[in-house]
């Protein structure tokens, strides 16, 4: 699931490739990642495609326009659902999971 | 021209309505974009037709309906907007 | 054509209407210029609202909607979502409290089940409110909501097959006036001839009445909702701020009010929907027939929100909409027929009340047409003819 390592190191054109220097986490596993990327950039380099499953039938989505419109990456980001992966920049120990339709309220102590 | 076997394929994305759903929305006499979003809540998400107007559009246009006949309302916001942003631009009231 | 009945206006009250001449037999054809719900039922909340009514026979009327929206579902074959999830009204000053002590202990004795709770009860009932902007609230369990517009459509399809004719993108240009009686009416495709022609046209009422002489008192009073993504269930009840019931009931209370706030009639309304999206309400203005939203009834409701329930400011707007209320000069509908106009029936003016009074609107007009009579409540308070209809004088 996730580590398979499919971050793009070289490029014959791409010369800005950055090694990850960070990480978050994605449910107990630790994700590496570049500071300043999508969280789905980080996620989809370390193999994991499925962002969330659907409201009504339970489908797995994950990216679909890549651009913040068509809300398809959202996943709980640091207990918030609702958080559109492919336009939210990675935090040094973020906590990422999987959303489950629309999410669950985390209790406020 | 959409295939018969394309029935399942998903117009709408944040609500899941299927190209099935819309064209048995068509049948029950729905014959407007909004039509079709009332029945089937196609359009209603979070992206606003952004990803399936169009397609219903074309939809519409092969029954030999006119999509743009009858209206849909455009409103803001073009995308969507945290709430506590929009109530923080409250104007200062002016003292009488 | 030659019908028993021409409604005209495809909103939720026309639909109803409709549904009910045909369901007792009548022929009837309803005509909408749009499509359906392209009015004010489009664009409304999902309130059934009884703690607003007058503690009088218009509660009962209420009450008696409310009983009727309970088994529409089940009559009309459709998910209405009709649920009773009760109504909470905060209350943010002791003159607030005051005023609402004195129409409940009325409503009370109606057989509402209404009571006046604590601030720390009505936020324990709803966690999140924001317990120092209140200072107490009311709380009925059988105020309710319904999808609106889902309703409207239900009604519609239903006469449909029964056998209604309906017809949308149908504007009326004219009516068939034969010495002072209507005796149909005109459209693009044809002129249709029936007994009883309906004006159920919300805030466009007025022009099918010039086309009959008449001048009928509506305006529209614009309403602006906003709506956010849906999110995972947190409201356990629907709120409403008393100062809408206030305003309703003792205009001259708030006459010294001039904050932007008063003179958009900002009400508080925050209800969710069973798929998550959380809706607030609402403006009361008058803005001719200007349907748009503006910047500063969103900022001004959305103000409220997050004044009197902090959290909800981490949540999305996607969509915003604003509806036209039929408004007449004393908030009640015109319901009947029109004194000199022989054929002409008029039932429109329902200003924010259309969904919660459709069921009734719909058997009290039927049974006016049919049998010359009705035993809803509060029929009489609804004749049109209580205004003078006709032109006045330039």
């Known amino acids: 699931m996730s580590d398979m390592d499919r971050r793009v190191h070289a490029h014959p054109i791409l010369d800005d490739l950055r090694e990850p220097d960070t990480y978050i986490w994605y449910h107990d596993t630790k994700i590496p990642a570049v500071t300043g990327e999508p969280v789905a950039a980080a996620l989809m380099a370390s193999g994991i495609r499925v962002m969330r499953h659907t409201v009504k039938t339970g489908q797995p989505r994950g990216i679909f326009c890549g651009i913040g419109r068509c809300n398809d990456c959202k996943m709980v980001v640091d207990g918030v659902p609702n958080v559109r992966t492919c336009v939210t920049p990675v935090r040094e120990g973020m906590r990422v999971e999987t959303q489950q339709g629309l999410g669950a309220w985390r209790d406020e102590a | 021209m959409i295939r018969e076997d394309e029935d399942k394929i998903y117009v709408c994305r944040c609500e899941e309505v299927t190209v099935g759903d819309v064209r048995r ?68 009231e002016q003292h009488e | 054509m030659n019908k028993d009945v021409i409604v005209i206006g495809g909103g939720i009250i026309g639909c109803a209407i409709a549904y009910s001449l045909q369901k007792r037999g009548k022929s009837v054809v309803l005509l909408e210029k749009h499509n359906l719900v392209a009015g004010a039922s489009g664009a409304c909340d999902q309130g059934i609202l009884l703690q607003s009514k007058a503690p009088n026979e218009h509660l009962l009327l209420g009450i008696r909607a409310m009983e009727m929206y309970k088994e529409l579902g089940r009559e009309l074959g459709r998910d209405l979502e009709f649920t009773q999830k009760g109504y909470m009204l905060l209350m943010e000053s002791e003159l607030e409290c005051r ?93 249709m001839y029936a007994e009883t022609v309906i004006d159920a046209c919300g805030v466009w009422a007025p022009e099918i009445g010039r086309m009959a002489g008449l001048e009928i008192p509506i305006r529209p009073r614009r309403g602006q909702v906003y709506i956010t993504e849906a999110v995972p269930l947190f409201m356990r009840c629907n709120l409403l701020n008393a100062r809408y019931i206030v305003a309703k009931h003792h205009p001259e209370l708030l006459a010294g009010d001039h904050s932007l706030k008063a003179q958009l009639g900002v009400g508080f309304c925050m209800t969710q929907s069973g798929k998550g999206n959380v809706m607030f309400g609402a403006t009361r203005e008058f803005a001719g027939m200007d349907n748009r939203c503006t910047l500063d009834g969103l900022r001004e409701v959305l103000a409220e929100a997050t004044r009197l329930m902090p959290a909800v400011k981490e949540l999305n707007v996607i969509r915003t909409m604003s509806g036209l209320r039929p408004y007449s000069p004393d908030s009640k509908p015109l319901i009947g027929f029109v004194d000199g106009v022989p054929g002409f029936f008029m039932a429109a003016g329902h200003e924010g009340d259309g969904v919660s009074l459709a069921p009734t609107t719909g058997k009290m007009v039927a049974d006016l047409i049919i049998d010359g009579t009705t035993d809803v409540p509060a029929a009489a308070s609804f004749n049109p003819n209580r205004f003078d209809l006709r032109p006045k004088a330039p």
Request: with cysteine; charged share 30%.
């Open chain 2, 25 to 92: 929305a068509i049948e029950a006499g729905a014959d407007s974009i909004r039509d079709i979003k009332l029945r089937t809540h196609a359009g209603m998400g979070v992206c606003q037709g952004m990803t399936c107007r169009k397609n219903i559009e074309r939809m519409l246009r092969e029954k030999k309906i006119d999509p743009d006949a009858c209206h849909t309302s455009q409103r803001f916001p073009v995308r969507m907007v945290q709430l506590g942003e929009l109530a923080r631009l409250v104007k200062e």
């Open chain 3, 99 to 191: 005023v609402m002590d004195g129409i409940i202990e009325k409503q009370r004795a109606l057989g509402l089940p209404v009571e006046r709770i604590s601030a720390d009860e009505a936020l324990r009932r709803q966690p999140g409110i924001n317990r120092e902007e209140i200072v107490g609230a009311t709380w009925c369990p059988w105020d309710s909501e319904v999808n609106p517009y889902m309703t409207a459509l239900a009604y519609a399809d239903r006469a449909a097959e029964l056998g209604c004719d309906i017809r949308t993108r149908t504007p009326v240009t004219g009516l068939v006036m034969e010495g002072g009686a209507v005796k149909g009416v005109v459209t693009p495709q044809e002129t």
